[in-house]
């Protein structure tokens, strides 16, 4: 029986070949538009800052 070895790809080869599924090309526009459907990101939450009278209320 033949068997073929798992070849493992290189880190820039599994990008051009990602680039290549998604359509890439040289508009920086189109591009940023791929990008965006990609990686869609959460927005950080908010953080409340303290207030001086909460710090002495906690022993601090």
Not at 11 to 35: H, M, N, S
Not at 37 to 49: E, G, H, M, N, T
Request: overall charge positive.
């Amino acid at each position: 029986m033949s068997e073929t070895p798992e070849v493992k790809k290189s880190q820039i080869d599994k990008f051009r070949d990602a680039a290549r599924e998604i359509g890439t090309d040289d508009d920086p526009e189109r591009f940023a538009e791929r990008v965006r459907k990609l990686a869609k990101a959460k927005p950080a939450p908010a953080v409340k800052p303290k207030k001086p009278d909460d710090l002495r209320k906690s022993g601090r």
